[in-house]
């Protein structure tokens, strides 16, 4: 499945704020398959970072409540860490965690991350929705880098054997 992604309005129609981003993406593969790509380590360190940038790191407690934490290394930046806590699970469905980064100048604000999954059509349709970003300038940085993370989970997802679910 090509790469669909939609950068703009939530379903329910509300205009974003300047401080949001709200990305859908439609996966060719399973809702369990998806969901499985955030809940295992395995699975998410292969995409967890924009571009060519490496996932050296991922390590998490996949509950409520637990605390994840990442490196990415890319040659432009470095090692940047990042880390938050899960707030939400609900298996198939829905995660909720916080996310900040530990230096730069993404780290000016903690930021809230909720990422939706359903199936329509024989796809999984993910929303991610992120806020609040300090600046549009900072929000509009990472509408680039999402895209490219969300290419690479696509790609992730969709190599795997339909087993795999």
């Not at 499985?36 to 967890?48: F, G, S, T, V, Y």
């Not at 916080?98 to 903690?110: I, N, V």
């Not at 349709?125 to 900072?138: K, M």
Request: proline share 5%; charged share 25%.
């Amino acid at each position: 499945m090509a790469a669909s992604t939609e950068i703009g309005r939530p379903a329910h129609g509300a205009p974003l704020a300047d401080d949001e981003i709200y990305i859908v993406r439609a996966f060719a593969a399973p809702v369990a398959l998806v969901f499985r790509l955030w809940e295992d380590p395995a699975h998410r360190a292969p995409w967890w970072g924009p571009g060519a940038s490496t996932c050296t790191h991922f390590a998490h407690e996949f509950r409520e409540g637990g605390a994840w934490r990442a490196c990415i290394s890319s040659t432009q930046y470095g090692e940047q860490w990042q880390g938050g806590v899960y707030r939400e699970i609900e298996r198939d469905r829905r995660i909720v965690f916080t996310m900040a980064w530990d230096l730069g100048p993404a780290s000016e604000a903690e930021t809230l991350v909720t990422v939706t999954l359903a199936e329509r059509k024989g796809a999984t349709i993910q929303t991610f929705h992120q806020t609040p970003f300090a600046t549009v300038e900072r929000r509009d940085d990472h509408v680039v880098t999402l895209s490219l993370l969300l290419d690479r989970e696509q790609a992730h997802v969709e190599s795997l054997p339909r087993g795999e679910d």
